[in-house]
């Protein structure tokens, strides 16, 4: 069984690399919008040193990360762009790994961790992002280390709590977002020591403290640039952002020449410009549920593989929601399998609790902002399990009724069509709201 195990591992990541390979010629010698701020940034840092930057925008670690590369590399920003998307590369392959880890320790089920490796490894949209200098992927990555060694290590050894808060504190620092995760591991720490009486409070506390050393570099230029007692950015983005929340569906960036670069999905309702989005709450309640659950499908609707729209109908576009609908819908059985399969012990009940608490908390709070696609990677890895458990209990359901396979096969299938069907349905009538994308007319 190890021989297939590696078997399986090894073609994954030989499929998984071409990928990589193939979105790294695409991106490595051009920098889209968000990229140049932090490498402008970077710039800043290495020519003024870290505690005399002064940055209203955007966190400290990523510029500081390519600011260290380009001492290796030189001034051309090409070939720090090269190495630090094969560094976001391979941290995204170790998470998939660790996850993978995990949950076959935790369930000794082959079906389980190849399939956590198999559509880990392959998600195009995750792949394509290792080869941009953004945020998003490092710091899902980074939080994504923090709550699965929450959940699944025994905390026997000091350096657990060190992973755990430092790689939360530092996916902060790398995109504040993360921020909305960082309680619910503190509560899950909690609630670890409450269900399964695995950790130590002292230990806990003195890893926090040395791990907010994390934050000393962007809290000091915050105090010194403007006399502002933060952790996070200087700027209320979330402010700009809810308010953005109220009059649009959706936001992409367009990088297709003679095309204006904002794609803005809009909501047919109309408001002032400065309300936001709990405004509509009383205000406009219809417009609030429209407009919020329409976030919400965002979240999970990725669309465009590039970050940066290239081309308003490619096949990846279809390919990439294919695949994406599929783990949805897997992952949901899954977690339903997972909850259905009888007296929960100890264990379980704190798995369950230490995914879905995060996962709820952020899907309910992002759709508050105005939604774009990559704010939906976390939420993918949290997934990730579940979805193991539901091509496992697929199999299971189709093995024991060997006597009908073909209808049980049908079955399956047709749901998954009808609930694709609908998803792209959404989606494309989403699209369709920017007044540049119809694609039912193409």
Known sequence: MLKYRKTVYGLSLAISFVLFFYYLLRNYDINYYDESGYIIFSKQISEMGLFNINESLRTYLLPLLISLVRIFTGVEIQYAKIIISILQYVLYIYTISLIGRYLFLYTQNTLIYYSIIVFGFLNPY????????????????????????????????????????FCSFSAVMVRPS?????????????????????????????????????FIPQLYNNVHNFSHWTILI??????????????????????????????????????DAGTNIYDLIFNNTPAFLLTYFTHIFGVFD??????????????SRIVGS??????????????????????????DRF??????????L??????????????????????LPFFGYGVHSLYTAVKEKMSSTI????????VYVLVIVLMFTLSFWLDSTTDRIYWFNY
């Open 234 to 271: 200087h700027n209320n983005l979330y402010e700009f952002q809810s308010r953005l929340a109220a009059t649009y569906l959706k936001y992409g960036t367009v990088v297709i020449p003679g095309e204006a670069p904002q794609l803005i999905f809009q909501t047919p309702f109309t408001f």
């Open 178 to 214: 993360s921020l909305i995760l960082v309680p619910c591991i503190f509560a899950l720490l909690i609630l670890r020591k409450i269900m399964l009486k695995e950790l130590s409070y002292t230990k806990g506390i003195i890893a926090g403290l040395i791990s907010c050393v994390v």
């Open 126 to 165: 995750l792949i394509q992002s290792t080869t941009l200098l953004l945020t998003d992927l490092l710091a899902s990555c980074l939080i994504t280390i923090a709550i699965f060694t929450t959940i699944f290590n025994s905390f026997d050894k000091d350096r657990y709590y060190y992973i755990v808060l």
């Open 322 to 347: 294919v695949f994406l609908y599929i783990f949805w819908i897997t992952s949901v059985y899954g977690a339903v399998y997972f909850i259905r399969k009888g007296d929960l012990a100890r264990r």
């Open 362 to 383: 952020y899907v309910l709070f992002i759709g508050t902002t105005v939604v774009e696609s990559r704010f939906g990677y976390p939420l993918f890895f949290l997934l």
């Open 302 to 315: 990725w669309g465009y593989i590039d970050t940066y729209i290239k081309d308003f109908y490619p096949v």
């Open 351 to 360: 798995i369950l609790s230490s995914i879905m608490i995060p996962f709820v």
């Open 407 to 414: 209808w049980i096969i049908i079955r399956i299938c047709l």
